[in-house]
């Protein structure tokens, strides 16, 4: 059930921003008073973790893609051909990722599967394993890696793992990041197994 927390947060948004901003006329059920300086130290306590979790995810985010980068190399021609297929699949005013700029698309034998990595859409590389695929395998793999990039799988979870850090008091925040990370794989293995037969969901499964 955690994984439905952001679904939550994004549907009574509007009703708390309203909620929190509407003058109330009546007395405060509660009051409690604190000294300055304890209130000083609460805020200490928490936004030193904070800061501390934020700047940590995203260095291990910078570091990680420079991991990938060190050693990467340029697809060939027919590669590229393929990816620039399934990206016009998709609706352009919505993706905003550029698959003829030669810095998006990456092989690199620092990674074992198919992975895309970047905070925003427009800076999105999508690296592949340096090994031998077919055209069907890469359309399959391009076109669940799109699938990210057009969902806007990679803002949404930056947003959430800043959230989780910014409340690090909540340990559950952290399960709910994993979870959500599930159902949004999930969601692009629907997309390209929608109406896929059962030979195809099976080559899915082993290339994924």
């Not at 304890?38 to 501390?52: C, E, H, K, Q, S």
């Not at 979790?53 to 027919?78: C, D, G, Q, T």
């Not at 590669?79 to 609706?91: K, L, Q, V």
Request: aromatic share 14%; hydrophobic share 45%.
């Amino acid at each position: 059930m955690l994984w439905s927390l952001p679904d939550a947060i994004v549907i009574f948004y509007n009703y708390f921003a309203v909620y929190l901003t509407t003058p109330i006329n009546s007395a405060p059920l509660l009051i409690i008073k604190i000294k300055s300086s304890y209130g000083l130290v609460l805020l200490l306590l928490w936004i030193v973790p904070a800061l501390f979790l934020v700047i940590r995810k995203i260095m291990e985010h910078v570091l990680f893609r420079r991991y990938l980068l060190k050693e990467s190399s340029e697809p060939n021609a027919h590669i590229r051909d393929i990816c620039y297929e399934i990206h016009n699949t998709f609706a352009p005013d919505r993706i905003h990722w550029n698959p003829t700029d030669r810095y998006c698309l990456k092989i690199s034998p620092a990674t074992k599967s198919p992975i895309s990595v970047g905070f925003f859409r427009r800076d999105i590389i999508i690296f592949l394993p340096d090994r031998d695929y077919s055209d069907e395998q890469l359309r399959m793999i391009f076109r669940h890696e799109l699938q990210h990039i057009y969902n806007g799988d990679s803002e949404f979870k930056f947003m959430i793992t800043i959230l989780s850090s910014l409340l690090w008091f909540l340990p559950f925040f952290r399960k709910c990041l994993d979870q959500y990370s599930a159902v949004m794989e999930l969601r692009c293995d629907v997309a390209v197994l929608n109406d896929a037969d059962n030979e195809k969901r099976r080559a899915y499964a082993d290339l994924i």
